[in-house]
């Protein structure tokens, strides 16, 4: 299917089958809409979470409901991410469904147009010229028009709130929550737009990244900080009053010396010792480059470190057992806070993470 390039596409050429995917030609309605094309896009997408991703053909397409191939479905990878290429002649949707998938979708149309729901609002008229980027909430919603093309590049969260702690020099706070739609045209997003040309590129080589695991993680490294720069999310300007001056060594210090005692008791003379510096220099520190005090900053970090637990099943008996591990000894004040940083409660994160780990989802 080759055809001229088009100035506008953002990451593929309008019509073209990219080279280096694993392709699924469908030419069975319940091939698509049971999910039943998944295992050919193996070693891609294995992650069983992405089986709550369903696909529907739209009603009211006419009577040329089953052409000979209706839907060309591929999948293939850089590294810890996922990119999958969707091509459809016939208008579909694609629906989130159960309990979400925790990872983020960066998608760019080649041809035909989407409209997109989520949340609380709904987008229309995402073309060419226009980016989306989304979480996988359930109830997450794309409907595409006929002759439809598109490139959707799935991050796992914790990859990107990894990036983006470093960015900010400490602890994410508060999950990602991108601006879900930008125009490709911005200045930020052109980097974005020649990055994603570049990585389908390399897939299509014979040697993608001349075989080097080095260059495909700096690659992903590349591709994962200029999105978190290129399109506005909640921690858009905390990162750029972050980046606005130079964190003095006694902060990295002292928080490196944080996250190597969490799960000890942490007294602030300690931690001013271990930056090098007074405790009052160090309270001035914390005031003044991040907006918060140590002991602010040491709690915090105890409530990220018992999040990411929970993600990772890394718990071992009751959620209050897991609270004293990381030093928080009265389980009321600890649920409170957990849930005012995180918006739900330590238990709610445990019986949505244990579904997204549920084995044969």
């Known amino acids: 299917m080759q055809a001229g390039t088009d100035p506008n596409n953002p990451a593929l050429a309008c019509g073209e089958e990219p080279e280096g995917f694993r392709l699924a030609r469908i030419r069975d309605l319940q091939d698509l809409e049971g999910g039943v094309y998944w295992p050919r896009l193996q070693p891609h997408f294995l992650n069983p979470h992405f089986k709550l ?74 073309d060419r010229s226009v980016g989306l980027v989304y979480r996988g909430e359930p109830g997450t919603t794309l409907s595409a028009t006929g002759s439809h093309e598109r490139l959707s590049l799935w991050i796992p969260a914790k990859s990107l709130n990894q990036r983006l702690a470093a960015l900010l020099g400490g602890p994410v706070p508060k999950d990602l929550a991108f601006e879900p739609v930008f125009d490709w045209g911005a200045m930020p997003a052109q980097s974005l737009r020649r990055l994603m040309k570049l990585m389908v590129e390399e897939l299509g080589a014979p040697t ?16 994962l900080y200029t999105l978190l720069r290129a399109v506005p999310h909640n921690h858009s300007d905390h990162l750029a009053r972050t980046g606005s001056s ?47 005090t140590p002991l ?25 057992d897991l609270a004293l591990r990381f030093g928080f000894t009265n389980p009321g004040r600890f649920a409170h806070d957990y849930k005012a940083v995180f918006g739900e409660t330590p238990r709610e994160a445990l019986r949505r993470d244990s579904g997204h780990r549920r084995p044969g989802r």
């Open 208 to 223: 993608p990244f001349s075989g080097s695991e080095l260059a495909s993680r700096s690659f992903t490294d590349l591709m």
């Open 53 to 126: 991703l369903r696909y529907k053909i739209q009603e009211g397409t006419g009577s040329d409901r089953t052409p000979r191939v209706f839907s060309v479905r591929g999948a293939s990878g850089v590294g810890e991410l996922d990119v999958a290429y969707i091509a459809d002649r016939l208008a579909a949707s694609l629906t989130v469904t159960e309990s979400g998938i925790p990872d983020y979708c960066l998608t760019a149309v080649s041809r035909g147009a989407l409209e997109f729901g989520g949340g609380a609002r709904t987008v229309l008229g995402i």
């Open 246 to 292: 130079a964190i003095p060594g006694t902060i990295r210090r002292a928080e490196a010396y944080i996250h190597a005692h969490l799960e000890e008791p942490i007294a602030l003379h300690e931690v001013a010792e271990a930056a090098g510096c007074s405790v009052r220099s160090l309270q001035l520190g914390f005031r003044r480059f991040r907006e918060t």
């Open 296 to 320: 602010a900053s040491i709690r915090l970090a105890r409530l990220v470190a018992v999040r990411d637990a929970l993600r990772s099943g890394d718990i071992a008996g009751t959620v209050t």
